[in-house]
């Protein structure tokens, strides 16, 4: 049998066989061929070759990706189905509505700019106090259930600053989960390991490049590497998985892991090994980011197992929690759809922690917990949670 050549990144490469389809989050909740793969390559083909327009009705589908990359592993013609549907947003960025353009801009201009950040996170530590909730509640629904917000880091300015851990926080968890780059510092101090928050480092890239804005991604990851190779790290961490995954593929020079590695590796080797009782129910969920980022999610489990008292629960399925690409401002009633079989799973198991290693996938996940008015749950990132179960 003749070999067959595909071409790589040119949409004529998909032969049409709908292995991906099962795959997809947004073709199981909807069914529409346009919300498949197939269906969004036969777009992208189709505005490329002028046989469409890019108008409001097809652009709507290539954003509601949430690039979770599910389709490419299952894809035996090996499509690269990331650069096709990032080439295609930049490409018709320009097309997309007025509010869809002001949504995307001002989430990227917000998350980048430190002084509003701050406002905004002094703010959201007294919304969070009991006498605001309801408040809260009606307002920043996503923000609501956020426990015990933090607006500083607790940095320790006498250290000895040799052979030292960067520690990168990004910059949608440098708004919603200080807390995890402090539970990072304990555990470092803990093991007797120097570190320092990376400063003036305020975005992978990926927040602009996944939404279409390649060039300015670009530009924001070159100035983020730039401030990790101005001093000597031993390594740079960063806790977003949905980062780590991003500097992965664009970085292969600098010297990065992923917290939420660093961090298993450290206690898996038992230099902390003494766990408080814990008589919990907690279900791990597995980011679309996993792979990339290089996280070992069984190892997880493993440390977990070593806190006496839990029990833990896993998602039987694989699919998107929904999250990704900014489809958390863009595609709400698509979110709520993709999230539920996870949020039932949750209230029939009786679960107490709900742990995930990425921003986008938290804030969805709390963002529907007290949408449905789901008490005494907590939406936590895993190093937070081993870090508060050390005695």
Known sequence: MKNTSYKKLDPDNCAMCGMCLNHCPTYKISKNESESPRGR??????????????????????????????CESACPA??????????ARDKYFKDQNIKFKIKTNLISFFLKNYFLKGIASKIIFYMTKHKFKYLNKNIFKFM????????????????IKKNTIGIFTGCATDFFQKEVAN???????????????????????????????????????????KEF??????????????????????????????????????????KINNY???????????????????????????????IPGIKIFTYDDDYCCGAGAQNLIHNQKNLSKIVEPKINFINSNN???????????????????NIKNIKNVKVMHPITFLNDRIC
Do not use: W
Not at 280 to 305: D, G, Q, R, W, Y
């Open 41 to 70: 390559i036969s777009i992208i083909h189709g505005l490329n070759n002028s046989m469409l327009q890019p108008s409001e009705s097809a652009l709507k589908h290539l954003n509601s990706c949430t690039l979770c990359l599910a």
């Open 78 to 87: 090996k499509v690269d189905f990331y650069k096709m549907m990032i080439d």
């Open 144 to 159: 609501n259930y956020i426990q015990d917000y933090n607006n500083h880091y607790e940095i320790d300015q006498k250290r």
């Open 183 to 225: 539970n990072c510092i304990n555990i470092l101090k803990k093991s007797k390991i120097n570190y320092e928050i990376i400063k003036n480092a305020r975005c992978c890239g990926s927040l602009d490049y996944n939404s279409g804005k390649i060039e300015r991604g670009i530009k924001n990851n070159k100035l983020t590497v």
């Open 229 to 270: 190779n101005k001093k000597k790290y031993i390594s740079i961490i960063g806790y977003a998985s949905g980062c780590s995954a991003f500097i992965n593929k664009n970085n292969k020079d600098v010297n990065y892991q992923d917290a939420t590695t660093f961090i298993l590796d450290l206690l898996e080797n038992k």
């Open 276 to 306: 408080k009782i814990t008589k919990k129910n907690i279900c791990i969920h597995k980011p679309c980011t996993t792979k990339s980022a290089e996280i070992n999610f069984e190892k997880l489990i493993t440390v977990l197992k070593m």
């Open 351 to 369: 679960i107490d922690y709900l742990l995930t290693y990425n921003i986008g996938c938290s804030l969805n996940f709390i963002n529907e917990i």
